[in-house]
């Protein structure tokens, strides 16, 4: 939601924000909204490692940028779910990078 936040600091044409989880979006989309009322917010709730969905998001929203921020981060925890963070980590990554280069996204963070 930080990112999300100074992103939309910088008055983007759209912002298109995906979670897997609508609850966290339904937060960060109400934060955003309220914060940036005249923000072009776009909400997409599905896992980025589903490549028909991605496809279709970049399809439809021709993105410039993307900033994959859904990696998992507590090292302690995924040692105990390492078929989870291989997944999200690297699968997921690869998908977004594989998508954002076909589509010509000129910068992926």
């Known amino acids: 939601s930080e990112l999300c936040r100074q992103i939309a600091?910088?008055?983007?044409s759209r912002l298109i924000v995906m979670d897997?989880?609508?609850y966290n979006l339904y937060q960060i989309e109400g934060h955003l909204?309220?914060?940036?009322?005249d923000l072009d917010l776009v909400s997409v709730?599905?896992?980025a490692g589903r490549e028909s969905l991605v496809?279709?998001?970049f399809e439809e929203h021709s993105?410039?940028?993307?900033?994959?921020a859904a990696a998992y981060k507590h090292?302690?925890?995924?040692?105990y779910n390492p078929w989870?963070?291989?997944y999200n980590n690297l699968k997921v990554t690869r998908t977004l990078c594989n998508i954002s280069s076909e589509c010509g996204v000129k910068r992926f963070v």
């Open 84 to 86: 989870a963070a291989t």
């Open 20 to 22: 897997s989880s609508e």
């Open 45 to 47: 709730v599905g896992d």
């Open 55 to 57: 496809r279709r998001v």
């Open 33 to 37: 909204q309220e914060e940036y009322p």
């Open 9 to 12: 600091s910088f008055k983007p």
């Open 75 to 79: 090292v302690p925890l995924m040692e």
């Open 63 to 68: 993105p410039d940028y993307v900033f994959h």
